[in-house]
């Protein structure tokens, strides 16, 4: 990592409130070049507290833009952080229109060109193109990062038609705990207190909104931008990463958007900015290459960023099963046209005897984090303990040359069903000569929903039907002497959760099942695609305090044999304790914990816990937000419970618990 001291320009920064046309203001930190001339302006705006969460990282890029002319934004949504108003769900309406009317607010300044940009990783990248499709006429460009265009099937809440257990439940208790805290002091003043209280009376678990839609209907087709790729009229850079779940959206972007004022890169990253040098790497100078797109989207300068090939991607080579890397072995690939015309669906047909499958209902403890963040725990390890528990079927490969895939594997499967609910998951792994199972890509599909993501249509019981469903996209190269595995299992807690009578599984007909690899032929002009190294602004300088406490495993599975009950405990790793330039003594600490019998559905629990203390002594201020998220399942719907109770010095402020009963209509 490079960093970076001196710039084209000097720079300077403060704090702004953003008036909104209801008299809510929203807290902005804004900075800019020291120059007399009017500039463009880049916008990243989310719900991540701008002066404490998501500081060190903006201090590693907004500066950096300002150094080179821009002038760059952070903006916190309505109703966290310091801003003003009450939170919503997110991407709600509300939540849209203040952005675009931050756009507007933006473009309007006197050291503004008038031409705007917008870029963001996640819940900044998701509103950066939900923005760009409102078309508001100053935003001239987008950089999404790690987001997605369809919010139902390529989220956190829902994947192949099934509930997402692990980061249903995991990120709803993460915005509960993120929309209790209150506003800081040092930037609102004495009205903290009563802004902070006033938030509260409206706080509410999201996971009750997200489990009364368990198909695609009209409020997940709300901020899908797939349901209409031709409103976004602003030129996009779509970046994404290999072990990020959100990484197709990039491959549909690059295909349903016009070529002319759209651009793809997916590299190995996980769930993070390609430049910050997190595993897997190798890094890039992500600020640099997003400083070409600024460049010609909003100041005309033909510096040839249009002249690269529509999409980048990285492609692995072969590598042992890990938790962590440091880095992937592999190369940079560039296609010129998505659907590519090197890339050739090749099937792989299954052969045998019809097979029952019904994997044991911890099926998928080995599966890794959904959300990536560069952790040592987060990607999946050897997978052949998984692979015991499913219906396997390989490929030897075979010959001089690899087999590189590049794109979205397919399944289509024959299965019977004796119960008329069920899952199928789908693992696409490389298999080494020693026996190691390195996890490529995975699928999953709710059976009920084979026939479309917005309905539930029970099977015929007794009856064999063909389904097909389409993995997470790979770039990946399985070597010569090595196996393609296609490994099928009915069950994959916590990552699914499971539905009562799935237990049974169900039976796999080889016959007309088959899998379907997006396989890669070289094209002979791939090479050349090379990035600067990675530079950032200089830190923003927060300490990390040492303690004395032995850290807990970010995962560990626990396995009580008498009972057949497995539980796996995850302590999320956001960033613990840290204390801020500017006094602030922050801390927080979370745990996950899912657990599920082997033979009963009925039995899997998610449990969340969140303790945040944000503590500035200058100013006797010492508040605490302490939350607690639970959700079951029976026979009938889910069962949800959470707690909030927050706390002014020793005295209890605010508590509040909520119970709710949801009928599982489908998911």
């Known amino acids: 990592m490079i960093i970076r001291t001196a710039f084209p320009y000097e720079t300077t920064h403060e704090d702004v409130r953003i008036p909104m046309a209801d008299g809510v203001e929203l807290y902005a930190r804004v900075w800019r070049p020291v120059t007399d001339e009017p500039v463009p302006a880049l916008l990243e705006y989310l719900p991540y507290r701008l002066t404490d969460w998501t500081a060190p990282r903006d201090w ?7 150094g080179h002319g821009y002038a760059s934004v952070r903006v916190d949504v309505r109703g966290h952080g310091c801003s003003g108003g009450r939170p919503g769900d997110e991407y709600d309406a509300r939540e849209l229109a203040d952005g675009v009317a931050v756009v507007e607010w933006l473009a309007a300044q006197p ?25 508001p006429e100053a935003l001239k460009a987008v950089v999404t990062v790690c987001s997605t265009d369809d919010r139902f099937d390529n989220d956190v809440h829902y994947m192949g038609g099934s509930v997402l257990a692990v980061d249903m439940h995991a990120w709803a208790a993460t915005m509960l705990a993120f929309a209790s805290r209150p506003p800081d002091p040092l930037f609102v003043g004495d009205g903290w207190r009563r802004q902070w209280l006033d938030r509260l009376e409206a706080v509410e678990p999201l996971v009750h909104t997200w489990l009364s839609h368990q198909t695609r209907d009209a409020y997940w087709r709300h901020g899908s931008v797939c349901e209409d790729y031709g409103a976004i009229g602003a030129a996009v850079l779509a970046v994404g990463g290999w072990h990020d779940p959100y990484r197709d959206t990039v491959l549909r972007l690059v295909e349903h958007l016009p070529s002319g004022r759209v651009r793809g890169l997916i590299g190995p990253w996980s769930h993070q900015y390609p430049d910050r040098g997190l595993p897997p790497g190798p890094a890039i100078g992500f600020l640099q290459e997003t400083l070409r797109w600024w460049d010609h989207w909003l100041r005309g300068t033909d510096n040839g960023v249009m002249d690269e090939p ?47 499958v019904a994997s044991p209902q911890h099926t998928g403890m080995d599966a890794g984090r959904f959300f990536p963040f560069g952790n040592d725990a987060d990607l999946p390890p050897d997978q052949r303990e998984e692979d015991a528990k499913s219906a396997c079927f390989e490929f030897p490969v075979g010959g001089g ?9 397919s399944v289509t499967l024959r299965l019977r069903l004796d119960v008329p609910y069920g899952q199928v998951v789908a693992r696409l792994c490389d298999v080494a000569p020693d026996g ?11 059976l009920s929903a084979r026939q479309g993501r917005d309905r539930a249509v029970p099977w015929q019981v007794g009856s064999y039907e063909d389904v097909t469903f389409e993995l997470n996209g790979i770039g990946h190269a399985f070597p010569p002497g090595h196996r393609i595995r296609l490994a099928v299992s009915s069950a994959y807690w916590p990552w699914i959760w499971p539905r009562a009578g799935s237990e049974a599984g169900w039976t796999l007909d080889p016959a007309g099942s088959a899998l379907t690899l997006p396989v890669r032929a ?38 009580d044999v008498a009972r057949g009950t497995w539980r796996l405990e995850v302590d999320p790793r956001y960033g613990g304790t840290r204390v801020y330039p500017d006094g602030l003594e922050f801390s927080e600490d979370a745990q996950e914990v899912y657990e599920i019998q082997d033979a009963d559905a009925l039995s899997a629990r998610a449990r969340s816990e969140w303790r945040i203390r944000l503590h500035r002594p200058e100013l006797g201020w010492d508040v605490r937000v302490e939350t607690r998220s639970e959700i079951s399942c029976d026979e009938g719907g889910f069962v949800t419970s959470n707690e909030v109770v927050c706390r002014e010095g020793g005295e209890v402020v605010f508590h509040r618990t909520w119970e709710r009963r949801l009928p599982r209509a489908a998911g």
């Open 60 to 66: 590693q890029r907004h500066p950096w833009y300002a």
């Open 111 to 135: 050291w503004c060109t008038g031409a705007v940009g917008m870029f963001g990783i996640s819940w900044g990248g998701f509103n950066s193109l939900q923005i760009a499709a409102l078309a």
């Open 310 to 356: 529509l999409l980048r991607a990285w492609i692995s080579d072969s590598h042992p099963p890990a938790t962590v890397y440091e880095e992937l072995p592999g190369r940079w690939v560039g296609e010129k046209a998505w659907p590519s015309a090197s890339v050739i669906p090749v099937p792989y047909v299954f052969q045998g005897a019809p097979v029952d």
């Open 401 to 409: 040359e690899p087999v590189e895939i590049l794109g979205r594997p």
């Open 436 to 446: 190691t199972s390195t996890l490529v890509t995975r699928g999953a599909l709710n």
């Open 522 to 559: 070289a094209s002979g002009a791939e090479g050349g695609i090379v990035f600067e190294p990675p530079e950032q602004a200089p830190p923003l300088g927060v300490a990390f305090p040492a303690t004395l406490d032995e850290p807990r495993p970010e995962r560990l599975v626990v396995r």
